[in-house]
T-cell receptor, first 112, second 116 residues
Framework: RKEVEQDPGPFNVPEGATVAFNCTYSNSASQSFFWYRQDCRKEPKLLMSVYSSGNEDGRFTAQLNRASQYISLLIRDSKLSDSATYLCVVKGLGTSYGKLTFGQGTILTVHP | GAVVSQHPSRVICKSGTSVKIECRSLDFQATTMFWYRQFPKKSLMLMATSNEGSKATYEQGVEKDKFLINHASLTLSTLTVTSAHPEDSSFYIC????????????FGPGTRLTVL
């Protein structure tokens, strides 16, 4: 089983749509959780951290369920510029505290 | 956020040659740098963790004699791919962090390596 698993998509949605991405992780000892976005041929960029209480940043809402080892990202009112690959990332696995483990990414395309 | 640079951004080399990639933190002291590799349509995979002034810690399956990492200063880490082969062609990305990776990792823009 992969350490961090995501639905690879692709998701194709019209502008203005709401889209949700899911992610599961296998190690219950994981410490921190993040969503990154990666544009084609670019480095990943931190979108937001994910907290147990749930957190929101503008049109983006992240949720964490530690009991189910499940993370989600909701994007409301999608924009063309939201088109990217969204990476679910877990920190604190293995022997390296700082180690980030990436999911395979979910591809989102927002069309006019 | 902090700025991390990588050089070169793209390199094409012949099979059997060695390629050195530099990762620099431009505006903070990076006690820890991480090296990742990303194959097409795959996710980033951590190759090794390097702490300034000490030997790198390699992930399982990554050959330390093939991927030489040096982290001699708080602002510079290098990855040398020795005797590169076509299967080493990939996108290599570094990240830098302070406090042993406790805080946010800032990613470099990546180096695209193509081995002919």
């Amino acid at each position: 089983r992969k350490e961090v698993e995501q639905d690879p998509g692709p998701f194709n949605v019209p502008e203005g749509a709401t889209v949700a991405f899911n992610c599961t992780y296998s190690n219950s000892a994981s410490q921190s959780f993040f969503w990154y976005r990666q544009d084609c041929r670019k480095e990943p960029k931190l979108l937001m951290s994910v907290y147990s209480s749930g957190n929101e940043d503008g049109r983006f809402t992240a949720q964490l369920n530690r009991a189910s080892q499940y993370i989600s990202l909701l994007i409301r009112d999608s924009k063309l510029s939201d088109s990217a690959t969204y990476l679910c990332v877990v920190k604190g696995l293995g022997t390296s505290y700082g180690k980030l483990t990436f999911g395979q990414g979910t591809i989102l395309t927002v069309h006019p | 956020g902090a700025v991390v640079s990588q050089h070169p951004s793209r390199v094409i080399c012949k099979s059997g040659t060695s390629v050195k990639i530099e990762c620099r933190s431009l505006d903070f002291q990076a006690t820890t740098m991480f090296w990742y590799r990303q194959f097409p349509k795959k996710s980033l995979m951590l190759m090794a963790t390097s702490n300034e002034g000490s030997k790198a810690t390699y992930e399982q399956g990554v050959e330390k004699d093939k991927f030489l990492i040096n982290h001699a200063s708080l602002t510079l880490s290098t990855l040398t791919v020795t005797s590169a082969h076509p299967e080493d062609s990939s996108f290599y990305i570094c990240s830098a962090s302070s406090a042993g990776g406790l805080y946010e990792q800032f990613f470099g823009p990546g180096t695209r390596l193509t081995v002919l």
